[in-house]
């Protein structure tokens, strides 16, 4: 059975750092990318970042303008996301999420199989 297990979500200060990860089991994903989407109150789900197999290639959504960072670590099967300098509007649940089908990299929630529970991030002002 695949999991995909969040951690680092919490409170943080407007203009603060969080850094999330995301550890896997149950199947290995070194050849596939990870994603990392967000869904606040009354909104829907959002794209926020992805990562190639290998690191290569990382793709954001607009809003981030710099901010995050996603990194990989495909020996521990984890996926992180750096989130410097947030804001209010960053307040979200944030889900990692995992390509079933090898060396894609997807900006939808459509191409991802696997998701895990999802972490809370609050900033707050």
């Known amino acids: 059975q695949v999991q995909l297990v969040e951690s680092g979500g919490g409170l943080v200060q407007a203009g603060g750092s969080l850094r999330l990860s995301c550890a896997a089991s149950?199947?290995?994903?070194?050849?596939?990318?990870w994603g990392w989407f967000r869904q606040a109150p009354g909104k829907e789900r959002e794209f926020v970042g992805a990562i190639s197999w290998n690191g290569g290639r990382q793709l954001y959504g607009d809003f981030v303008k710099g901010r995050f960072t996603i990194s990989r670590d495909n020996a521990k099967n984890m996926v992180y996301l750096e989130m410097n300098s947030l804001k209010p509007e960053d307040t979200a649940v944030y889900y990692c999420?995992?390509?079933?089908?090898?060396?894609?990299?997807?900006?939808?929630?459509?191409?991802?199989?696997?998701w895990g529970q999802g972490t809370q991030v609050t900033v707050s002002t």
């Open positions: 999420a995992a390509d079933g089908t090898p060396y894609g990299l997807g900006l939808t929630a459509i191409y991802y199989d696997y």
């Open positions: 149950g199947r290995t994903f070194s050849r596939n990318a």
